[in-house]
């Protein structure tokens, strides 16, 4: 490139985007580092310069509406409590004066949201205290970007109707397979395509865990090993019962295949089930046990389709199929499509940078897009 053309290349003006933390956690620490690694790029290519007007956790928070560097913000949270008391999620959103929301506070124990009534065609659906966040987000005039798979679970309905009624925007590339573009690959890479159906490993941590047992070691001992890298909750319960994969499902089947479905309609199996001689013997006759969700519609006449169906099962994959050559802590899906057959997208380790730079993704489309 030469200096003409860098001149040229660089962008006339350069505006503030101001955002508003809910949660503060390593997603949102990791994202922190990356827009602060980032800053250049970001003004130089793009014309933008980022700043935290706010940000909220259950132990403290950070509010000044003239916005602060990302870079200030992680030094000043990243060792302790944030200066200033706790508020209100929805007190901290209304003083933040943010152009986006990024929620990135934690699930919780889902299981307590399957306490709820709802399954197809019961009674209204549980509702994460996120979703509240985002709807007063949208009240507020804010876009949002959230990596909490949650809300796009459980409420995705009212979520999206609330978007298009208050003409404001969501981006949630993270709440599925971390920063894999799924979500995007359907939406700008493969126009007109319906997608039929999907069969995939969507949880990092039960997947180490099978290999890990396929190899002799035990599911503590695995499940330890994640839990010290940070890349597993100290409740694993999500996780090894098949919240996580249920959530991941019913976000997908909701926004790509318009399902209307929560985790309860999805058929889960839990890891503790599955027997570590199971895992050895497939293993020994050249399979590969995973844990595979799969999403499928009925067929009926088009436009409209028939329901939705999404479960998870123990499968014995022949090592040819190729999901079985997604190991350890690595994710998957074989995405079934009418136009464009089948396209399979895969991570390798699926850690929380990746999940970060979904996030980062998604704030760029916002911008590049508004």
């Not at 004066?97 to 990135?104: F, G």
């Not at 894999?180 to 039960?206: H, I, M, Q, R, Y």
């Not at 067929?299 to 040819?320: F, S, T």
Request: proline content about 6%; glycine content about 10%; charged content about 20%.
């Amino acid at each position: 490139m030469t200096a003409g053309q860098a001149q040229r290349d660089e962008p006339a003006g350069r505006r503030d985007v101001r955002l508003c933390f809910l949660g503060f956690g390593n997603v949102a620490r990791a994202f922190c580092t990356l827009l602060a690694a980032q800053a250049h790029v970001l003004g130089s290519r793009h014309g933008l310069r980022v700043v935290i007007t706010a940000a909220g956790t259950r132990h403290g928070g950070l509010l000044g509406p003239e916005g602060r560097a990302p870079a200030e913000v992680l030094a000043t949270i990243r060792d302790g409590p944030p200066p200033q008391a706790a508020r209100p999620a929805g007190e901290l959103l209304a003083a933040s004066a943010a152009d986006v929301l990024v929620e990135l506070t934690e699930m919780g124990d889902l299981s307590r949201l399957a306490t709820g009534t709802r399954r197809r065609g019961g009674g209204p659906a549980p509702v994460p205290a996120a979703t509240g966040h985002i709807l007063d987000a949208f009240r507020l005039g804010m876009d949002v970007v959230t990596a909490n798979k949650a809300p796009i679970a459980w409420s995705w309905p009212q979520i999206s109707a609330a978007a298009a009624a208050a003409g404001r925007r969501i981006r949630f590339e993270s709440t599925v397979m971390d920063g894999l573009p799924v979500f995007s690959l359907l939406e700008f890479a493969l126009p007109d395509c319906a997608l039929l159906g999907v069969e995939a490993v969507f949880n990092g941590t039960t997947n180490f865990i099978i290999d890990a047992l396929g190899s002799g070691r035990t599911l503590d001992d695995a499940l330890g090993e994640m839990q010290a890298a940070g890349l597993a909750e100290a409740d694993p319960a999500n996780d090894l019962d098949g919240w996580d994969a249920a959530s991941k499902a019913a976000a997908l089947a909701n926004v790509a295949m318009g399902a209307d479905i929560t985790p309860l309609d999805v058929e889960r199996v839990s890891l503790r089930d599955v027997a570590a001689e199971r895992i050895a013997e497939a293993r020994g006759r050249g399979r590969r046990v995973r844990l595979v969700t799969s999403i499928r519609r009925d067929p009926a006449p088009a436009p409209v389709g028939g329901p939705v169906h999404a479960g998870m099962r123990a499968e014995e994959l022949d090592i040819d199929h190729p999901l079985a050559a997604v190991g350890g802590d690595s994710l998957g899906a074989l995405l079934h499509t009418d136009l464009m057959a089948d396209v399979l997208v895969c991570e390798r380790r699926a850690y929380v940078p990746q999940t970060a730079y979904g996030v980062y993704a998604d704030l760029l489309h916002l911008c590049r897009t508004s």
